[in-house]
């Protein structure tokens, strides 16, 4: 789970990192109204979860009310690489004097946690990485004893932070790490970390993903997903318990396990189409929970054929069958199914779709073969 | 011969009270696995069809000497119950459950590492493994694979379900199959179980099942270029899942241009393995090179 910005700031303040005073806003008027209680000049942020904002114009210093409305009202609904913007940041401007980078993250090929550092801060840090990679000091630690401020002093040292503000990167370091290891997250970066003509160290940014299989045990985070701006039918899959990514195509998918369902789609764009989605369904599903995927799917007006691809193990094909007929009959689908059903009672399920005998539903044998019948049907070739 | 499960395994269940643990240990014994004793806290002295219950890994391991465990427990409690059989001495914990936090995988795998060093753990979030003929402990629809030399090792499912019933269908068995799951933090890894696939004397083949995110596939491609004399088939899911995405596996997001399934694809390729696109030529690299 991404945070945006702001939220990731209030967990870094939660944390003891330095951060500006601002607030988060909706409106113009709102804008307004707490950039003169954050103190001129403000910056104005546009909260979206893509990089780049920069650039593409969503955020802007504004020296006075006149400026801070005009930035406001010209960021909000701006739309950033597909992003609708509809919250900003409004954050009192800091002087800068240097722009440092700060990360840590899961380092799943070494299996501990990388705190990486750089005085390169403020630009894109692969690019660093590829191309000066001297620049950033990677430190791998110890998952079981965690960062101690000696280390923590030893990467600044190494990075050759200002000698100066060693003890304040090192501080920056440990209360970062804390922050990855307390909250849960996979990753907490701060691009820019900066440092302020009076030397004090202070995150201007805030890039954090929290692990949502931990969310249970940090309940003041539960309320941090950016709901306004998710898919609503993802949203509403995960309220229903199952996985559903949208995707730009018009072959509405389900199948069961992520796996089996990422090389469906793989088999459909081969086949020459383009998937409208990758829902996993899971393992076990009965037919109510099938049904409900049904109606996610069709849900998305653009979906022009649908494409059940089921192996069952835990999964029962009688279950999914039983949940296809359902979903027939509540929702009488305009739009050609292709079924493929192998696996724990499979032969039931064949039998009872074969006896439903369900309008525009096509059985095949095999996957590949289920493919090619989907492409052919979303294309009015069917 | 097979891999990790076979006749010699006693296999106790932690979670074996529950709805879920219950059925499928008993799937497991009606296949043939020695399911020897269950582990649920608080209902030690009760048996689940005479298999008997312990309040606590120590006693399982004293009264029943198992040296397999199988981990069917909640997400919160799954880390503490995988660092509770291995400190009993099970030498192989397989853990089915799925949906467990990042950070306590991480906390298992590192002190597995440091204070138990001897266990092998397999998964979480996987499906467990099945030596056909032999032993099945966990979830892999048994019925639908038979006794052979193919080993399979994967990091989903249905997926491995998929690919290896192809392979059935063809006339060929497998070894043994082994998912290792879809979670950032797995406790074996591609190459751990590979490297046991090479050292078996019944498997002639390997088929190895990734899918996009992280870099296991490309650690398995350099092994196997200095380590694997058998032959090995590799098929990668994800080719068409965007950027910055999770589907569905924790570790199945693939940021930026590593962790693709084109680079995974290209870097068992440039090392000698060959990638089919399907699960379908999946099964039928393999069944070409078996048959010679």
Redesign the interface.
Known sequence: MDLLEYQGKQLFARHGLAVSPGKAVTTVEDAVTAAAEVGYPVVVKAQVLIGGRGKAGGVKLAADEAQAREHASNILGMDIHGHTVRKLWIEHASDIASEYYASVLLDRQAKQPLVMFSTEGGVDIEEVAEKTPEKLVRHHVDALEGLSREEAVKIATDGQADADVVAGVADALVALYEVWMQEDATLAEINPLIVTPERQVKALDAKVSLDGNALYRHPDNQGLSDAENEDPIERRAKEQGVQYVALDGDIGILGNGAGLVMSTLDVVAQAGGSPANFLDAGGGSDAAKIKQAVELILSNVRVKAVLFNIFGGITRCDEVAKGLIAAFEDLKPSVPFVVRLDGTNDVAGRQLLGEAALPNVHPAATMNEAAEKVVALAKGQG | MSVLVDKDTRLAVAGITGKEGSFHTLNNRRYGTNVVGGVTPGKGGQDVEGIPVFDRWADAARETQPNTAMIFVP??FAADAILEAAAAGVALVIAITE??????E??V???LK?DHPDTRLIGPNC?GILSPGKANVG???AS?FREGNVGVV?????????IG?EIARAGFGNSSIVGIG?D??PGSSFVDVIELFQADQETELIVL?G??G???EE?AAQYIAERVTKPVVA?I??????AG????????IVS?SSGT?AAKAQALEERGVRVG????EVAELAVQILRG
Do not use: C, W
């Not at chain 2, 994967?154 to 998929?162: A, D, M």
């Not at chain 2, 995405?245 to 199945?252: E, L, N, R």
């Not at chain 2, 696109?277 to 379908?280: E, K, L, N, S």
């Open positions: 997400p919160r949906g467990i936090p990042a950070h306590d991480l906390r795998y590192n002190t440091r499906p979830i892999i629809p639908f994967s990091r989903s499912g249905t997926l491995t379900y998929q019933n879809g950032p933090v099942a899918e996009i992280g870099s296991a650690e098929y899911a994800g080719f068409t899942a965007p995405k999770q589907m569905g596996h924790a570790g199945a930026g399934a696109r399907t699960p379908t």
